[in-house]
């Protein structure tokens, strides 16, 4: 729950790491509309599998320590968070808006999709507090 706290102000920083992914992948020879297809991939795979390798992990939680694990749980919200982030922002946006459109709005999805992933970490946070 304290990292959604936190996650109401990180979403513009986030969004500026997305950003400069697909600039970084741009630069390195990729379409802009092919870099956020590859993001989104990424981000949809990843948003996916996280929770499943996570919950997996705590289910080996009496062998770590309660500083181990909570050190996991900061690692795997950041992580979720930006998959989520990215991979909702494909719901509301196309390739072709974030790399060619220029009347001010360019990525100011990835920050709102930023504030709506968060209801889905909280749920996992039950969901995990539940089963562990």
């Known amino acids: 729950m304290i990292f959604c706290i936190v996650g109401v102000f990180i979403p513009g920083f986030t969004a500026i790491l997305l950003l400069?992914?697909?600039?970084?992948?741009?630069?390195?020879?990729i379409d802009c509309t092919n870099a956020w297809?590859?993001?989104?991939?990424?981000?949809?795979?990843?948003?996916?599998?996280?929770?499943?390798?996570?919950?997996?992990?705590?289910?080996?939680?009496?062998?770590?320590?309660?500083?181990?694990?909570?050190?996991?749980?900061?690692?795997?919200?950041?992580?979720?968070?930006?998959?989520?982030?990215?991979?909702l922002s494909l719901l509301f946006t196309k390739a072709n808006t974030l790399c060619y459109v220029s009347d001010g709005q360019n990525g100011i999805e990835l920050a709102f999709t930023g504030w709506l992933a968060l209801p889905v970490l909280i749920f996992f946070s039950y969901l995990f507090e539940y089963h562990t």
Do not use: C
Request: charged fraction near 20%.
């Open 20 to 29: 400069g992914i697909q600039m970084f992948l741009t630069q390195i020879g």
């Open 37 to 87: 297809k590859l993001i989104w991939g990424i981000s949809w795979i990843g948003m996916i599998l996280l929770p499943v390798l996570f919950y997996k992990k705590l289910k080996k939680k009496e062998t770590e320590t309660s500083e181990k694990i909570k050190t996991n749980l900061i690692f795997f919200n950041l992580f979720e968070y930006i998959f989520l982030q990215a991979g």
